[in-house]
């Protein structure tokens, strides 16, 4: 099995067919077991990814939160970037946002479809990234469009700094929990990463090369098999060389996962919803060991973060992440 070195994840999914309010018994199962990361998923019409993330943050006290993704023909950019800027200033280092075109068909539903995807996935990669650095941004783009825009709090500024002159609101506390100026410091290099980064979500081979391009990672949906991550990975690549990239370009793959005594009845069924064939299909069903090869597999491939994915019928998601952290990640060396 690969290394699992430091700048390797593992992760777990909450996936939206459960309904809300069985979130918070996943995520406290989470955070207490240890798990580094739990991922939410923003699909229509089942939940918010910025409202489960925020209310995942502050039930945990450790769990780096992600979703991935939230579809941008759904969203005006100034608000997703002011909304990830205050969950970053909120619980700094520990939340991470993707970006997506959306199911078509849903897009279409909600009267959002655009006829170019990737245009409209580029502008708010670009314009999210720049309001997230701090900078003023004007932009009269094919679907984006800003005059003079600049948040007033961007995630990289600390709450010690004035407040801007037009805010009213009081000096925040200098409590640890609440206030990020208070808390213990991190690495600044690592933080700025954290504070500005955007994630892509992609599949076919444009928008692979635009998240090397224009986001900061890239997230692998789980139909993607070993050959799809190092074919992402070469994509990927070819898209930062374009543009002069040298900075660290985080992969993170969704892997379909069922354990117990009906593990592989459950992800049979679930890859023949997905449309593939359950022999030869992506996703693991097994044991911890199990687990943890396929995970190493991955990593092979060219993953840096494996998030284990369960099935939609998954009977007991607290006990699925309890052993994604307990049972499958001490075995990743």
């Known amino acids: ?10 992760g777990a999914v909450f996936r ?32 918010s990814g910025i409202a489960t993330a925020a209310a995942a943050l502050a039930w945990s006290e450790r769990l780096r939160v992600g ?16 909304e990830t800027a205050t969950l970053r200033r909120l619980f700094p280092g520990r939340f991470a946002v993707g ?19 990737v245009t ?35 995630p990289h500024a600390r709450t010690s700094e004035a407040a801007p002159a037009k805010a009213s609101a009081t000096a925040p506390a200098t409590d640890p929990a609440t206030d990020p100026a208070s808390a213990p410091a991190t690495d600044p290099v690592s933080a700025a990463a954290s504070d500005t980064a955007v994630f892509a979500g992609a599949r076919g081979p444009r928008s692979l090369r635009l998240s090397g391009e224009a986001a900061d990672g890239t997230v692998l949906d789980s139909n993607t098999t070993l050959a799809g991550i ?27 996962t069922a354990t117990g005594p009906d593990a592989a009845a459950r992800l049979r069924a679930e890859l023949l919803r997905e449309g593939h064939d359950p022999a030869t299909g992506p ?15 991955a990593l092979d491939a060219g993953a840096d ?12 998601p607290e006990s699925f992440v309890r052993f994604a952290a307990l049972e499958v990640r001490p075995l990743l060396r």
């Open 67 to 82: 979703v991935g993704l939230l579809p941008v023909p759904l969203r005006n950019v100034a608000l997703t970037t002011m």
């Open 305 to 316: 973060t494996v998030v284990l994915q369960p099935t939609a019928d998954e009977p007991d």
């Open 16 to 47: 939206p067919q459960l309904p809300p309010e069985r979130l918070r018994g996943v995520v406290r199962a989470a955070d207490e077991a240890g798990l580094e990361q739990l991922w939410l998923w923003e699909d229509c019409f089942l939940e």
């Open 99 to 117: 970006l997506g075109h959306g199911i078509q068909d849903w897009m279409g539903q909600v009267g959002a479809r655009v006829d170019s995807p």
């Open 283 to 297: 996703g693991v069903a097994g044991d911890a060991a199990a687990v943890a090869e396929a995970v190493g597999q």
């Open 120 to 154: 409209l996935l580029r502008e708010h990669l670009d314009t999210m990234r720049a309001l997230l650095r701090g900078e003023r941004v004007t932009v009269e783009g094919r679907y984006v469009k800003l005059d003079g825009v600049a948040l007033d709090w961007p």
């Open 230 to 256: 190092r074919r992402a990975r070469q994509l990927i690549d070819e898209g930062r060389a374009a543009a002069g990239r040298t900075d660290r370009h985080e992969v993170v793959h969704y892997l379909s």
């Open 1 to 10: 099995m690969t290394s699992f070195g430091a700048d390797n994840a593992l």
